[in-house]
């Protein structure tokens, strides 16, 4: 069975770190490409960051610079480093594959993981 | 960025009807978009992929159409299940972005 399972989440203060995980079970996460979607409380969906199958890498304006998405062929996980938080980063985080190397839309959805950045 | 605005954003229908929810985006997308279904407490869903292919699995009376900037997602006979809110996405270019969401409320 197709899975993604993320953890990591959290209470942080501003200006904090947290690591998100994603593990991904039935695929293998370096074949797809994999994204991190993020819905704050009672708003929308906020598409984050990509990673390409090659390696790539592409984030939203909001969090460029500050995030870094990466990946453990080995352990079949995907990450999100998330540095120098801010309130407005407190959201539900999803992580969520294409179908396949080349799509772009997202098939498997992870449950989400909650992280809020609060003094 | 390429802006993603759906309408209505909120929606109240009653089991049984043919439901429209338009998505339009601020320049051309070619056919590079997807519509996702959420439900309260859970992960969206995939609905439709390049504008108009339906994701295996996905009822029938689910149909997505258009390109270039205009799209709709049609729902034929709304049934209790799919009230819902729904989300279209552009993957044309980055950032990709969202639709706010159209709530599909019961009348």
């Known amino acids: 069975e197709v899975q993604l399972v993320e953890s990591g989440g959290g209470l942080v203060q501003p200006g904090g770190s947290l690591r998100l995980s994603c593990a991904a079970s039935?695929?293998?996460?370096?074949?797809?490409?994999m994204s991190w979607v993020r819905q704050a409380p009672g708003k929308g969906l906020e598409w984050v960051s990509v990673?390409?199958?090659?390696?790539?890498?592409y984030y939203a304006d909001s969090v460029q610079g500050r995030f870094t998405i990466s990946r453990d062929n080995s352990k079949n996980t995907l990450y999100l480093q998330m540095n120098s938080l801010r309130a407005e980063d407190t959201a539900v985080y999803y992580c969520?594959?294409?179908?396949?190397?080349?799509?772009?839309?997202?098939?498997?959805w992870g449950q989400g993981t909650t992280v809020t950045v609060s003094s | 960025d390429i802006q993603m605005t759906q309408s209505p954003s909120t929606l109240s229908a009653s089991v049984g009807d043919r439901v429209i929810i338009t998505c339009r985006a601020s320049?051309?997308?070619?056919?590079?978009l997807a519509w996702y279904q959420q439900k309260p407490g859970k992960a969206p869903k995939l609905l439709i992929y390049k504008a108009s292919s339906l994701e295996s699995g996905v009822s029938s009376r689910f149909s997505g159409s258009g390109s270039g900037t205009e799209f709709t997602l049609t729902i034929s006979s709304l049934q209790p299940d799919d009230f819902a809110t729904y989300y279209c996405?552009?993957?044309?270019?980055?950032?990709?972005?969202f639709g706010q969401g159209t709530k599909v409320e019961i009348k």
């Open positions: 996405q552009q993957y044309n270019s980055y950032p990709w972005t």
């Open positions: 039935g695929f293998t996460v370096s074949s797809n490409y």
């Open positions: 969520a594959r294409a179908p396949y190397s080349g799509a772009r839309w997202k098939d498997v």
């Open positions: 990673i390409y199958s090659g390696g790539s890498t």
């Open positions: 320049q051309s997308i070619g056919s590079w």
